[in-house]
């Protein structure tokens, strides 16, 4: 079993940048690839970005490539979502979630999710 925490939601203007934070607990960390997803009112939850057990392996959709990135520091339980640039699209509650697998773009494929945070872009 692994336990997520997202943190570090919030309201930001267009353009601005967050920070969140998933920490983790229960099982091995390092075993887990860790995805972040996010979901809009009336739309169907989206991924947005997965790194592998180490880090050496990480992904972002399109829609956010060159805006957000994702990191981890498995010393600390943590993987981050830096965002950058943020655009009322991004609005939306974010989630992260552990695979067994190396890393995945598929909701089916995470066996564990957070209960979200909610990020808010005005424009």
């Known amino acids: 079993q692994v336990q997520l925490v997202e943190f570090r939601g919030g309201l930001v203007q267009a353009g601005g940048s967050l920070r969140l934070s998933c920490a983790a607990s229960?099982?091995?960390?390092?075993?887990?690839?860790i995805g972040w997803f996010r979901q809009a009112p009336g739309k169907e939850r989206e991924f947005v970005a997965a790194i592998s057990f180490s880090g050496g392996t990480r992904q972002h959709a399109d829609s956010v490539k060159g805006r957000f990135t994702i990191s981890r520091d498995n010393a600390k339980n943590t993987v981050y979502l830096q965002m950058n640039s943020l655009k009322p699209e991004d609005t939306a509650i974010y989630y992260c979630?552990?695979?067994?697998?190396?890393?995945?773009?598929?909701?089916?494929?995470?066996?564990?999710w957070g209960q979200g945070t909610q990020v808010t872009v005005s424009s």
């Open positions: 229960g099982r091995t960390f390092s075993n887990y690839g």
């Open positions: 979630a552990a695979t067994r697998r190396l890393w995945s773009s598929r909701r089916d494929e995470y066996d564990y």
